[in-house]
């Protein structure tokens, strides 16, 4: 078995099921998904993500809180807000998201580079945790807009930290980026801050990088951020009421790949209680972490139904249903250097024989449309349904959806044998279709 196999049914193994070759996720075999919402679809089996929730919030008990960051997957929002969490957004429609998701203002914190007035309007109007600033221009908008209102707006300094803070495979600080404030002007930016009445420097958000599977790198990045909130705090002369210490969690797509131990990061958590209680400047502040791809990631499958199967000069093809229009980061072109295949099953042929390397593609006139470069499938017919696995986070809300006009896939929720419709698929005469602001009730 290829390495990259192993991973797919080790993947399978701990979260999904497998019934008579078939692959069941939240206890409904995916033929009858796909029967129910068409294919191509989206899944996302319901119990997966509240385990993650919970095991994640055990493992920083007594340290942080745990927010969902919504661009992961907004569809999904709703079960983590049920399960305690506040919720993160990058813009005015996953404001409006995270409330219908039922998330209190005061738990939603409003974060990414060139907000516009509009977005920052309604995120004050309409009450919001802290709205974390990313540069001088919107120290002054935020204020303006504040003041215009009659609020006091909570704001936090995102930081972008120095070369010393340890980032992910995706490094979103210690170089030169669009994202907050560099960390070797803070004293500027709180000058800068402070002058202003409206303004309410509650917090700093620091989020030094992504796809972060070594739990020490993790624990490090916290520890920099516990001493940059030390540093912030003395520079204002009160502790910060909030340290947002960004998400990152990482989880594992590709041979190799080993999991984020959540045990290590637990016990690495007890020391940093410690070195908390330890300082004044921390001790009453409420941590915050956000990820979004750990919690929502492996909880997600992107169903496609085999088209054609063809063979090009010995290479064989399988034509699918779907692909990059809805789940790019499988193709690779989203933030990836070199191209791995993501973990892809053949759903309803689990235990058939596997054959060599076969090329999965979409029906995009694109080479830039394979999902699957050396993956190992077994014989499949038109009418197959292929599955790739690590879907539930940044598929659908990160993909090109309009590109050839594909209609948007439906979207599922599985759990314990029964399933519902989230978000209604497209169709050619509406291809795309806006996110559901509610749930679907039925399909
Ligand atoms: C500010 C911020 N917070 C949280 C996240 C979530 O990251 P992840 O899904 O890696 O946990 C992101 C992702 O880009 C982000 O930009």
Redesign the pocket.
């Known amino acids: 078995m290829s390495d990259a196999r192993s991973l797919a049914m080790a993947l399978v193994a701990e979260s999904f099921g497998v019934d008579n070759g078939e692959l069941v996720i939240g206890g409904v075999g995916a033929r009858a998904l796909v029967e129910a919402y068409g294919s191509p679809l989206y899944v996302y089996d319901e119990g997966v993500m509240r385990r993650r929730f919970r095991a994640l919030k055990a493992a920083v008990d007594g340290f942080a809180r745990v927010f969902y960051?919504i661009?992961?997957n907004p569809a999904v929002a709703r079960v983590f807000v049920e399960e305690g969490a506040g919720l993160?957004v990058?813009s005015g429609a996953e404001y409006l998201q995270a409330r219908a998701a039922g998330a209190e203002p005061e738990s939603i914190l409003f974060?990414?580079p060139g907000k516009s007035a509009k977005e920052l309007d309604l995120a004050i109007a309409g009450g919001i945790g802290e709205i974390?600033l990313e540069c001088f221009e919107e120290i002054e908008i935020v204020a303006r807009l504040a003041a215009r209102l009659g609020r006091r707006v909570p704001v936090a300094i995102r930081v972008n930290p120095g070369p010393g803070a340890q980032g992910?495979a995706m490094r979103?600080g210690g170089k030169p980026l669009a994202?907050g404030f560099d960390e070797e002007i803070l004293d500027e930016v709180v000058c800068a801050v402070t002058r202003h009445a409206a303004l309410d420097l509650s917090g700093l958000?620091l989020?030094a990088g992504?796809?972060i599977l070594d739990a020490k790198v993790l624990l490090a990045q916290w520890a920099y951020g516990l001493g940059l909130a030390v540093r912030l705090g003395g520079l204002i002369g009160r502790p910060l009421r909030r340290i947002d210490l960004?998400?990152?969690?990482?989880i594992p797509y590709h041979q190799g790949d080993g999991a984020l131990d959540l045990a290590a990061v637990s016990q690495g958590v007890r020391r940093l209680i410690g070195e908390r209680a330890a300082d004044p400047l921390l001790r009453s502040a409420e941590i915050v972490i956000?990820?979004?791809?750990?919690l929502a990631g492996p909880a997600g499958v992107y169903l496609m139904r085999v088209r054609n199967v063809k063979l090009s000069r010995g290479q064989r093809f399988i034509v699918a249903d779907g692909g990059m229009h809805h789940q790019l980061a499988a193709s690779g072109n989203l933030g990836q250097i070199i191209k791995r295949d993501y973990p892809i099953v053949a759903a309803t042929r689990l235990d058939a024989p596997l054959l060599g390397d076969t090329q999965l593609v979409g029906p995009l006139c694109t080479p830039l449309d394979t999902l699957g470069r050396q993956t190992a499938l077994p014989q499949l017919v038109a009418g197959d349904i292929v599955a790739v696995l690590q879907s539930g986070?940044?598929g659908l809300s990160a993909s090109p959806v309009g590109f050839l006009g594909h209609p948007m896939p439906a979207e599922a929720m599985a759990q314990d044998g029964g399933h519902r419709l989230i978000r209604r698929a497209g169709d050619f005469s509406a291809p795309l279709v806006n996110l559901t602001l509610e749930p679907v009730a039925s399909a």
């Open positions: 960051s661009k992961a993160e990058a974060a990414g974390h992910g979103m994202f958000h989020f992504t796809q960004g998400g990152g969690l990482g956000e990820p979004g791809r750990y986070a940044y």
